[in-house]
């Protein structure tokens, strides 16, 4: 029952973030702050984590395909799918939950429990679309942005670190990367990380919206937020590749 | 004025207040009192709105707070400042900007306009060279004084204030409470304040409601309330060795 009465309630506060801001010019204001407090922020997050898990696959690739039947592009090849299919989408929405989920999540839990929410309510202001829909709307145009610099960056950490370790030539990874590539798959990536970008920033939302109690309570919605976007990511992660990949 | 008759509100099947009627007058200065829990907070929050009540009425001279739909709740919001217990400034604002906003929300004038506004309110609550500083910069007494700029900042009729001097030293306490007399004096404003002091109900308090397990339990002027018989009342006012020792 209290899952129905979550599901319930997140929908009641999606129907209130999606409504009419009540001054454009401050909304907007507010979304290029937010793109780079939640977005640009993350630079270089994604920057790291996509040039080492790149290095690393390229070189775990290379390791375990010691048949000599395997031509040596495949590694290139497989790394650029990995990348692009789940790593830079899916993956890289999981970690980045951490850091932007918690962030929300706490900074809304923090308004609401010291009566800032109320404060805006107070005024005749529509709190949550206030709050919320900026963080929507930025995160939505930088994540899958993101997602795209992650995918290449994956691919450069492969290019330099499958040479350096030896398990590949620079000629065959190249070729590899660019072997059978289908651009539709560029396009599932941003799809998902659309999808991921907004089950992130509105179930944090939700979380810190209706906290109830002090900084305990914070604490603990911050956590409830990462953990329960991690799970519908990753529901979603399974559904968008049944549905886009079939 | 604002009318409130017989009014209730609860939580999860929990009673909280019920069948509480007042007036509160226009240019007056309203004191809510009552022990922690009595269910000040949430008659005050049930009055301005804040919360919907289950039951009875609320008139803002004359208009029904329960008749009105969204829009012409949302207006009449912006003829109410709320000051909450610990300020409720927003973090990220600056001083200046804190008393900005509703302004930057709700006002079609021009920057000049809106900075002469933000200055008077600054000024009226006897803030100097703070308008850069952020809330986390500031004493409790000046959060305070910044939270009652921001909720004059649009000419309110209407001032609510929860527990305004809480956390407070007494005489930073005194300087808040008579901060607000003097501003519902001067602007004719209808002043309802929530409160556990009684030096802000002998101070500034024109009317006191007593609230007493959710009910109201008397009623009186400051002069009325030190003679009063009522048990509840008296066991309030008199619970420190200070005040008993005063009154024997």
């Known amino acids: 029952m209290r899952f129905f009465e979550h599901i319930g309630k997140y929908l009641f506060l999606l129907r209130k973030i999606f409504s009419k801001p009540e001054r454009f010019k401050i909304f907007m204001k507010q979304v290029l702050q937010e793109i780079e407090l939640l977005g640009l922020n993350s630079i270089g997050l994604v920057v790291i984590i996509s040039l080492f898990s790149g290095a690393v696959i390229t070189l775990q690739l290379g390791y375990n395909m010691d048949n000599p039947f395997l031509p040596s592009y495949l590694i290139g090849m497989g790394n650029r799918e990995t990348m692009l299919l789940e790593f830079s989408s899916t993956i890289l929405c999981l970690i980045l939950t951490g850091k ?32 919320i829909l900026p963080k929507v709307v930025a995160v939505l145009l930088i994540l899958p942005l993101l997602s795209i610099v992650s995918a290449f960056l994956g691919i450069a950490g492969g290019l330099v670190a499958g040479p350096l370790a030896g398990v590949v030539k620079i000629a065959d990874y190249i070729e590899g990367i660019t072997f059978v ?18 089950i992130m920033v509105t179930i944090s939302s939700y979380f ?37 990949l079939q | ?54 039951s009875g009425a609320i008139d803002f001279d004359g208009r029904s707070l329960m008749d009105m739909n969204q829009k012409e709740q949302k207006l009449l919001r912006q003829e109410i400042g709320m000051v909450f217990q610990g300020g409720a400034l927003f973090d990220s604002l600056s001083v200046a900007d804190n008393v900005r906003f509703p302004l930057d929300m709700f006002w079609d004038v021009s920057e000049a306009e809106k900075r002469d506004r933000v200055d008077f309110c600054l000024e009226r609550v006897k ?50 409470d008579n901060l607000i007399a003097e501003i519902t004096a001067e602007f004719g404003i209808t002043t309802i304040i929530n409160t556990h002091d009684m030096n802000s109900v002998m101070e500034i308090g024109e009317k006191i409601l007593f609230i007493h397990k959710g009910h109201k339990e008397w009623e009186g002027s400051s002069k009325e309330v030190l003679n009063t018989e009522n048990e509840a009342l008296n066991s309030f006012i008199f619970s420190s060795k200070l005040t008993a020792q005063l009154k024997k």
């Open chain 1, 100 to 131: 932007i989920g918690s962030q929300v999540a706490s900074e809304i839990g923090s308004m609401r429990v010291t009566e800032q929410i109320d404060s805006l309510e107070m005024m005749g202001i529509n709190s949550a679309n206030y709050l």
């Open chain 1, 208 to 244: 810190g919206y209706n906290v109830e109690g002090g900084a305990l309570e914070v604490g603990k919605a911050s956590t409830n937020a990462v953990v329960t976007s991690s799970i519908f990511i990753l529901i979603f992660d399974l559904i968008l590749t049944q549905l886009l």
């Open chain 2, 1 to 54: 004025m604002i009318a409130i008759n017989n009014i209730g509100k609860s939580f999860g099947g929990k009673q909280i207040i019920s069948g509480i009627s007042s007036t509160f007058e226009n240019g007056k200065t309203h004191l809510i009192i009552g022990q922690s829990g009595s269910g000040k907070t949430v008659l005050l929050k049930t009055i301005s709105g804040l919360y919907q009540a289950d």
């Open chain 1, 181 to 198: 590539f289908k651009p539709f798959y560029v396009f599932f990536a941003v799809v998902k990380t659309f999808v991921f970008s907004f």
């Open chain 2, 127 to 176: 803030i100097v060279d703070a308008h850069n500083k952020f809330p986390a910069e500031l004493s409790g007494g000046m959060q305070k004084r910044v939270a009652i700029a921001r909720a004059i900042a649009l000419n309110p009729k209407y001032l609510f204030c929860d527990e305004p001097n809480s956390g407070l030293d007494p005489v930073t306490a005194i300087v808040i």
